[in-house]
T-cell receptor, first 111, second 116 residues
Framework: EDQVTQSPEALRLQEGESSSLNCSYTVSGLRGLFWYRQDPGKGPEFLFTLYSAGEEKEKERLKATLTKKESFLHITAPKPEDSATYLCAVLLSGGYNKLIFGAGTRLAVHP | GAGVSQSPSNKVTEKGKDVELRCDPISGHTALYWYRQRLGQGLEFLIYFQGNSAPDKSGLPSDRFSAERTGESVSTLTIQRTQQEDSAVYLC??????????????FGPGTRLTVT
């Protein structure tokens, strides 16, 4: 069964304290892996797409990496405005276009 | 340009009533998706449209759920005889699809459905 697991479920950081969020996946075939940010009461906001192992993408304080079994979202020197739930999703190969989401990591950055 | 819009933003209904949720995708996006998000949980796929056809309805939880799409624009998700377990946020997303390349999905703000 195709599965996406995110860890930790929740993470509390002090402002400036760098860390990483993990997304591990067990799927029949990967066409792409997506990271989204979701603020309370809002829809997910697209951050990154990764297509192949070894690929990396960066945006401000965020950097996403991909291996054959997992992806990491590295947050460097976070600020309170980075507080949100970060969602990972995979797009399966084989003609299906639905995203399979993990449950998310709730990040709280305190000043 | 305008993003994905959904209406209503909130809907409270009595158990047993029917509800209709509307999604306006980004102009030019051929693919449209519906997801459900229960409180504190991840997103659960419901249905995917390519144009006005639905090649993947595998996530619809029961025959009380149906959806349609007019051309490459508006989509409506209908839930008949609502039950309390239908309470959730219903999210719509749209994306470009060119050939075999699926571009990122952009989400609307969601409709929060509460069944009393």
């Amino acid at each position: 069964e195709d599965q996406v697991t995110q860890s930790p479920e929740a993470l509390r950081l002090q402002e400036g304290e760098s860390s990483s969020l993990n997304c591990s996946y067990t799927v029949s075939g990967l066409r792409g892996l997506f990271w989204y940010r979701q603020d309370p009461g809002k829809g997910p906001e697209f951050l990154f797409t990764l297509y192949s192992a070894g690929e990396e993408k960066e945006k401000e304080r965020l950097k996403a990496t991909l291996t054959k079994k997992e992806s990491f979202l590295h947050i460097t020197a976070p600020k309170p405005e980075d507080s949100a739930t970060y969602l990972c999703a995979v797009l399966l190969s084989g003609g299906y276009n639905k995203l399979i989401f993990g449950a998310g990591t709730r990040l709280a950055v305190h000043p | 340009g305008a993003g994905v819009s959904q209406s209503p933003s909130n809907k409270v209904t009595e158990k047993g009533k029917d509800v209709e949720l509307r999604c306006d995708p980004i102009s030019g996006h051929t693919a449209l998706y519906w997801y459900r998000q229960r409180l504190g949980q991840g997103l659960e796929f419901l249905i995917y449209f390519q144009g006005n056809s639905a090649p993947d309805k595998s996530g619809l939880p029961s025959d009380r759920f149906s959806a349609e799409r007019t051309g490459e624009s508006v989509s409506t998700l209908t839930i008949q005889r609502t039950q309390q377990e239908d309470s959730a946020v219903y999210l719509c997303a749209s994306s470009l699809v060119r050939g075999r390349v699926n571009y990122e999905q952009y989400f609307g703000p969601g409709t929060r459905l509460t069944v009393t």
